[in-house]
């Protein structure tokens, strides 16, 4: 392409925006629309003046009108959609609205509302976004993605097959699709993907949901999921596409199912830079907020034992960045791994259980004879014969954790650490007020969804959106060639230093009080804290290909806290030159 083409970089500085739209291709764009925002020289210059009334709003005055018009609806799931039309219609509008209410809306456009819009997709769908690749057209993989631009058009790809959507399973190309949005959408507005250089790619292979496939207005392949050779074909040919049309675009996997999820991880994290969010970005939260409260109760790694439930993708995640932090410690491989034990359905992964288990859960097992006598499918038997500190729940069991397995937990820790991570809430293992009850407020909680305060007790979020957009923004910036444990392991520790329990003085009461994790409301500064963090261990790692980056932190913070989009408008002045991007 004409190296006079429109590219969205990172701008920020400029005052002025190229648009090469005019009249209802303007309006029509969700990236150009500045809806009743359009000056009076805008509207002359893009032939807009009959397409609008004669008023200009500021942004501020659409922010309060959309707020109102959003609070008039009282239902979730209603709100969820108004968001969505909005996103639609106008992305500065939509994100300077989420940013102003992050707490109240963050809830609506991501976990857990939108696992209700997902399984509603088909019976709710509008208008089409992103890009939709079809197992039974792999030869088209090239020509629909570059209809959302060309190499230099795109930074950041989130994909899913739809398998594991959340704790709700299978949910086609309705789960695939309204995943990638969502937490692209949190890269968007915690982490300054600009909104055009961003995309969300549902891969539809079939799908295993019998309620989808019968449902008559279901907008996907009815057959079943597609898997083995053919599977890992399309997949194969998806990415290699993108190694030689998109070769720095930083990819996202979302909800992959287990047999999946984990295999293509490694099969391209040498090839394109790529991360898996469930395993990654999950294993990267979770042992940050673990370590933010072991420091905060004068307890070490090492000293811990960690008991995971639910050694799917998320739970054996978790298990592998806790033995990465081990090694940090100067454990031996096999040391790290005997800190970690593993439930999955079959009960406690113990060698004898391999036919039933994967080789990531067979790196857990553990002996036999060390457990006789012991009825390794009873969480609450093997909690009271390993004595573990940590019980995290990675399950989608909800209320697993019962009151005899909390208090089986406190029985042997003063201050155990619970974190029933499965979301949505209807998922969770069990709820933040009632573990405190069982543990007399002993307990040191974070949750996968978000939970209101209990009393003066704030729950932090154990989400890993505090996690994913540091990590994605940070391979971003130096459009990394490879996504390394070491950047992984850079996260953990920028976000274990900004858990609220490192401002309390020692000893500190209120330390169950203020919550392992940052606030929703601080999700934006420690994401690019984290971006810088992830940035400067890629460039000692040697996997930048951007010259002359800074490699002081703050500088590096600086630099990524100017490359952020901001949801705010510029002046328009018209171009006529070529453009391939998504409008
Ligand atoms: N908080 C977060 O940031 C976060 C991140 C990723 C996933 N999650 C949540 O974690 C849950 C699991 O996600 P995933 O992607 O790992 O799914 P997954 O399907 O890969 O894993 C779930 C695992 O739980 C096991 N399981 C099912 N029933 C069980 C039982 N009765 N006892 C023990 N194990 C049982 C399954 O066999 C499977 O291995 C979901 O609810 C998801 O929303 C939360
Ligand atoms: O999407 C979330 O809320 C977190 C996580 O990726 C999940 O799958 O549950
Ligand atoms: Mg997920």
Known sequence: MSSNKIIFKHEEDKDTIECPLSKFELINSSIFNKGSAFTSEEKELFNLKGLLPSKTNTLEEQIERSYKQYSDLTHPLRKNDFMTSLRQQNKTLYYALVAKNLTEMIPIVYTPTEGDAIINYSNRFRRPEGCFLDI??????????????????????????????????CQGVGGASRISLAKLGLMTLCAGIHPARGLAVALDVGTNNKDLATDPLYMGNKFSR????????????????????????????ED?????AQILLDKYRDVIPCFNDDIQGTGAVVTASLMAALKYTNRTLPDSKILVYGAGTAGCGIAQQIVNHLRSFGLSEEEAYSKIYCIDRFGLIVESLKSKSNPTQMKYAKKDKDFEGVDTTSLEQVISHIKPTCLIGCSTQAGAFTEDIIKTMHKYNEDPIIFPLSNPTKKSEAVPADILKWTNNKALVATGSPFADVGEFKIAQNNNCFSFPGIGMGAVTIKATKISDGMISACVNALANLS??????ENDPRGHSVGLLPSVEEIISCSSEIAAAVAIE?????????????TDFSEMKKLVEKNMWKPAYKKYVKSDKPYTFQI
């Open 538 to 550: 890629g460039i000692k790692e040697g996997l930048s290909t951007v010259e002359g980056l800074p």
């Open 256 to 260: 992959f199912g287990v047999p999946n």
């Open 136 to 169: 039974t057209c792999p030869e088209e993989i090239k020509d629909r993605l570059q209809c959302f631009g060309l190499k230099e058009d795109l930074d950041y790809i989130v994909v899913s097959d739809g398998e594991a959507i959340l704790g709700i399973g």
């Open 226 to 253: 597609i898997s083995g050779d053919k599977y890992f074909e399309f997949l194969d040919k998806f990415m290699m596409v993108l190694k030689e049309h998109y070769p720095n675009v930083i990819v996202h996997f």
């Open 500 to 505: 609220p329990l490192n401002q309390l003085k």
